[in-house]
């Protein structure tokens, strides 16, 4: 099994190990796919930003920092400038921090925010709450012109007042579904515990 | 389990896992606004039946860059010396209303005590002799963030083992890393039946320094003499200090390390106080971020395990 | 007012054997088969029990007076009597300390009609301060025969010699019947810092330490001061495989001693600390794995004359301090001939020997206790059921502490009756007094 399909979703510090395995079921776009889709939202965010100037990309941990790392690249290759980029942990920002408990990843933040279109990137969007806990993490860094969303899937089940700017795909799920995203596809599926103490988070 | 009481509870997974959690926290603290909301609304007991301003004072900053409340209660302004017991003292705080108590003893065990009592979590912040798990996290911290690799890494401790929580933690968690750990005392400084501590031990000094990566010095308390345990303390700086001679026998990459606060003089000479290799001032800083990570991973979990 | 033990094994003189036993008065006054029963006798049915001679405790506190909160006279006969024990010497650490008459007179007044009988012992200096010589004669002319400063050792070699020298010259007065002096062995320069055995636990879990050598060297001092007064010197609470070595030889030289060692020393390590709950701090410490053999040892081959229980009892809260601020001690009357009768593996007979026959002898009371089960001895005895199982409760005991080491251990051996002069002061496992 590929450590990409383990996540560990509690601290193995203080006795609260706990790892989930990703079952998939149906594939929902493949390699092509997603690429494709990753270089239409390319070309969306230069339209929707007329142009490059000013816009940072932010990947946030785990899941969107390859669709951010991605969607970078295809804008580069577009405009063909470097563009500003970071990541985003927002472990410290949740509002369930005292159920789930995640490792947290560094965050990486080397521009600025302020005065720029910073276009948040993530792979799944559920309930958003995740994006709630970006936005407040992002304004720890400054003022931006504009937040932007970027994501590869919606599912829907949305718990607050949060749209993507930007979509791969629109994917109707059921609360008891997962999705799993990656540069080499988009899978739908189920996640069983693996470990004792687990609790799935919501991606 | 919830609580930090020893390093001997956390093992070496449990340690690199707190060390990853403190790069993040690290990053925190670097930020122009060095603050996120990870534990805003739970409120830390930082209980200190034995002062030490350094150890309160870090674990203070660590719970306010997470936005936690602190509520501090010290022994000298409280019942304890009016005979209240260890266990009264505990469940008043807690009734209170607390979702960690962080306490530093003089007698060993005591947060082991407190930790059977208390429904929060409870965090070690120095016990008696025993334990002072959150100085050898910052010390592990300290060293992997000059990029070293602990297996087979020589680390000296030098000094007042006998009397040294630092010491018995730091022993277990760079041991528990792959360091090979020697320490160096007069016997009088080493407790009886050392070698239930699982370290090299050698009377000299000079003859470590050479194959030393890491000098670990141990604060030397006065009262030592007093006790027929060491002549003078001018004879352990002679002995024991780490003098300018002695640091040209050091390798030029190695660390030398301190708890703090250092006795000039008596662990190390004042000219070395400012060689390049010392990161005394690496370990406070670090201090902060690793009681963050700690304070994150003890609290933040708390209460939600299914 | 007689009573008739039925059908159980009797520890007599011909070892263990089944037979009926007739009670009159304060006397056993039949033992065999077919005994006739007057019409008013009370029958114990004691088929599958054995009956022992009562056990005797030459060295528990009753706390009284002084912390009755801990333990008074009364809870302590009652929580003796209920594990077996019809006599009980009581050491002089209260406060007052015993070490005056009226102390003694206060104690003994104290004592009347508790559950067992309950002997003074006291100080062998005024206040136990090791400066002055306590009145030993006129405490030995009312009966006192043990004198002890336990709780420390007598520190200071020229005052131990002296009282040792006073000690000799109390058989005049006594009848010839021999003073003991009971040391806790206990260099305190070497250990009053200590909370625990100095050893490979004390410094894993960052504790000051008592060495072993606290012990011995007190105990060589007082061999070497035996040797040259002629006095009988009682060690306490040997703990150390180096003190049952230093009794063997005393003993193989042919020198008066005797020697006690505790149920705890006997079944309990320094590993117990490791969890810091004060309940395992005792003075001596709990030693290592090495000492317990030792010392099993010892009561097994006769360098250890004696089980004694050490009972000291410490008011619930004290559990409740750190471990270095927690007074030192245990609970012991209850489960200590359970312990006895199933760590040591030795017979029967054996325990008997070191729990009732020779500490009665040391104790100067084998007139009345520690005698086998045989027609004319006194009536104190105790009918155990050796196999019962039970689970030991410190809220459940008559203590009026709970600090028993052996918190929610299940021991096997259950004192069902004891008979003190005759009287029924345990009844199915129940104290009448």
């Known amino acids: 099994m590929a450590d990409a399909d383990l996540r560990r979703t509690r601290a193995v510090a203080f006795g609260r190990s706990g790892l989930s395995r990703f079952v998939p079921q149906t594939t929902v776009l493949n390699a092509d796919d997603v690429a494709r889709a990753l270089k239409r939202m390319a070309h969306e965010i230069i339209e929707a930003n007329s142009g490059l100037d000013d816009v940072i990309i932010i990947g946030m941990e785990r899941g969107g920092v390859p669709i951010a ?22 472990s410290f920002y949740r509002d369930d921090i005292s159920t789930t408990s995640i490792l947290p990843e560094v965050t990486k933040m080397p521009y600025s925010v302020t005065n720029k279109h910073v276009v948040l990137c993530d792979d799944v969007l559920f309930t958003g709450r995740t994006v709630r806990a970006a ?5 720890d860094f400054g003022r931006p012109k504009s937040i932007q969303l970027a994501v590869m899937v919606d599912r829907g089940h949305r718990e607050l007042p949060i749209r993507p700017d930007f979509v791969g795909k629109n994917l109707p799920t059921s609360r008891s579904e997962s999705v799993r995203v990656s540069i080499d596809g988009v899978e739908l599926g189920t996640t069983e515990r693996i470990e004792s103490g687990t609790r799935e988070s919501d991606s | 389990m919830n609580d930090l009481l020893t390093i001997e509870d956390l093992g070496a997974d449990g340690i690199n896992e707190i060390m990853l959690t403190a790069d993040s926290m690290a990053e925190v603290s670097a930020r122009p606004i060095p603050k996120v909301p990870a534990l805003r609304g739970k409120t830390v007991a930082s209980m200190f039946f034995e002062d030490s301003t350094r150890t ?23 019942s304890v010396n009016k005979g209240e017991s260890l266990r009264d003292t505990v469940e008043t705080i807690e009734a209170m209303g607390v979702d960690a108590i962080i306490v530093r003893h003089r007698s060993s065990g005591a947060p082991r005590q407190v930790a059977q009592w208390a429904e929060a979590p409870v965090i070690n912040a120095g016990d008696g002799w025993h334990a002072h798990p959150t100085q050898s996290l910052l010390d592990a911290y300290t060293i992997r963030a000059e990029g070293r690799d602990f297996e087979g890494l020589n680390i000296a401790i030098v000094g007042d083992v006998s009397h040294s929580r630092v010491a018995r933690s730091n022993i277990e968690a760079f041991s528990v890393l792959g360091a090979n750990v020697t320490l160096v005392a007069p016997p009088t400084l080493l407790p009886p039946h050392v070698e239930a501590l699982g370290a090299t031990v050698s009377h000299s000094l000079d003859a470590v320094l050479a194959e030393t990566d890491v000098l670990y010095l141990l604060r030397m308390q006065h009262e030592r003499m007093d006790q027929a345990l060491v002549p003078s ?9 780490l003098t300018p001679e002695r640091a ?5 990459n190695a660390l030398i390390m301190h708890p703090g606060p250092m006795n000039r003089g008596i662990e190390i000479s004042p000219e070395v106080i400012d060689d390049p290799r010392v990161r005394v001032l690496n370990q406070v800083a670090n201090g902060v971020v690793v009681r963050m990570a700690v304070l994150y991973l003890v609290v933040g979990s708390n209460g939600g395990v299914i | 007012m007689s009573t008739f033990l039925h059908g159980g094994s009797i520890v007599g003189p011909n070892g263990v054997e089944t037979a009926d036993v007739l009670i009159t008065g304060n006397s056993i006054v039949a033992v065999g088969t077919n005994l006739p029963v007057p019409a008013s006798a009370r029958t114990i049915d004691s088929t599958g029990m054995v009956i022992l001679p009562g056990l ?28 077996g024990f019809t006599a009980v010497v009581a050491m002089p650490n209260t406060n007052p300390t015993i070490d005056s008459p009226s102390v003694v007179r206060d104690v003994l007044a104290l004592a009347e009609g508790v559950a067992c009988e309950v002997l003074p012992a006291a100080a062998m200096t005024v206040g136990r301060k090791g400066e002055l010589l306590t009145p030993m004669g006129e405490l030995a002319a009312m009966g006192v025969r043990i004198f002890t400063d336990d709780g420390s050792g007598v520190q200071n070699p020229a005052m131990m010699r002296s009282i040792m020298e006073y000690a000799t010259g109390l058989e005049a007065i006594t009848d010839g019947e021999p003073i003991v002096l009971a040391q806790h062995c206990d260099v305190t320069a070497l250990s009053d810092r200590g909370h625990m055995h100095e050893g490979e636990w004390s410094t894993r879990l960052g504790m000051a330490g008592q060495p072993v050598i606290a012990e011995t060297l007190m105990m060589q001092r007082d061999v070497a001061l035996a040797e040259l007064t002629g006095a009988r010197i009682h060690f306490q609470h040997v703990s150390s495989a180096h003190g049952v070595e230093i009794i063997r030889s005393a003993k193989a030289s042919g020198l008066a001693v005797t020697a006690e060692a505790t149920t705890h020393h006997f079944t309990l390590t320094d590993a117990a600390c490791a969890g810091y709950d004060p309940v395992f701090k005792v003075h001596p410490p709990l030693r290592t794995s090495d000492d317990v053999a030792a010392i099993r040892e010892g009561l097994a081959d006769g360098t250890i004359d ?29 489960t200590a001939l359970s312990l006895a009768l199933h760590e040591l593996g030795l017979p029967l007979e054996r325990i008997v020997e070191l729990m009732s026959v020779r500490p009665a002898e040391i104790a100067g009371i084998g007139d009345r206790h520690g005698r086998l089960i045989e027609t004319g001895n006194r009536a104190n005895l105790a009918i155990v059921d050796v196999d019962e199982t039970w689970t ?40 009448t007094r």
Request: overall charge negative; charged content about 20%.
């Open chain 1, 69 to 90: 790392t991605a969607i970078a690249s295809a804008l580069e290759s577009i405009e063909n400038h470097a563009i500003e980029f970071g990541t985003l942990d927002v």
């Open chain 1, 135 to 139: 936005l407040d993490a992002v304004t």
């Open chain 2, 56 to 78: 309160r004072t870090s674990f203070e900053t660590a719970a306010k860059r997470l936005s936690a409340d602190v509520l501090n209660f010290s022994a000298s302004s409280s």
């Open chain 2, 233 to 241: 303390l001018g004879e352990y700086h002679r002995t024991f200090g």
């Open chain 3, 392 to 431: 030991v409760a410190g809220t459940a005991m008559a203590s009026r502490s709970q600090n028993t080491p052996y918190e929610g251990r299940e021991l096997k051996g259950k004192v069902k009756y004891t008979i003190v002069e005759g009287e029924i002061t345990v009844d199915q496992g129940v104290a």
């Open chain 3, 306 to 334: 004696a089980i004694a229980t050490d009972h000291a009892p410490h008011e619930p809260h004290t559990k409740e301090f750190s471990f270095d601020h927690a007074p030192p001690g245990m609970l012991g009357f209850e």
């Open chain 2, 248 to 252: 040209k026998q050091l390798p030029s």
């Open chain 3, 56 to 83: 005797v405790d030459i060295h528990s506190h009753l706390r009284e007076p002084g912390n009755e909160e801990a333990e008074t006279i009364q809870t302590g006969a009652r929580g003796a009597a209920l594990g």
